[in-house]
């Protein structure tokens, strides 16, 4: 599976921005997906996953009630809509996927990685 990640930029305090990830490859319904990110000099963390068919979510507490994932299996495609972005939000975004099918919140659960997408959120 190939992941090519698109989507991210520089956004103001506030606003919104919707990260891409699409597959190539293997079937992309049969992996549960995820976003992750990392800033700099720190560790990449979780931050939204979705299980194979887009019925169940999990995202980190810092992101709960502002990110949403989503998928669309006909367009092999994972959506992340980030709101009410702030400084804090600023990091590379990483998606991933996953043969546990679930979607899981552990990094080394994902076999396959995009190349990263930059956001960052001004003040």
């Known amino acids: 599976v190939q992941l090519q990640a698109s989507g991210g930029g520089l956004v103001q305090v506030g606003g919104p921005l919707r990260l891409s990830c699409t597959a190539s490859?293997?079937?992309?319904?049969?992996?549960?997906m995820g976003w992750f990110r990392q800033a700099p000099g720190k560790k990449r963390e979780f931050v939204s996953a979705?299980?194979?068919?887009?019925?169940?979510?999990a995202s980190a507490d810092s992101v709960k009630g502002r990110f949403t994932i989503s998928r669309d299996n006909a367009k092999k495609t994972v959506y992340l809509q980030m709101n009410s972005l702030k400084p804090e939000d600023t990091a590379v975004y990483y998606c991933?996927?996953?043969?546990?099918?679930?979607?899981?919140?552990?990094?080394?659960?994902?076999?396959?990685w995009g190349q990263g997408t930059q956001v960052t959120v001004s003040s």
């Open positions: 991933g996927a996953g043969s546990t099918s679930y979607g899981s919140s552990r990094y080394g659960d994902y076999d396959y």
């Open positions: 490859g293997r079937t992309f319904s049969n992996y549960g």
């Open positions: 979705i299980n194979w068919s887009g019925g169940s979510t």
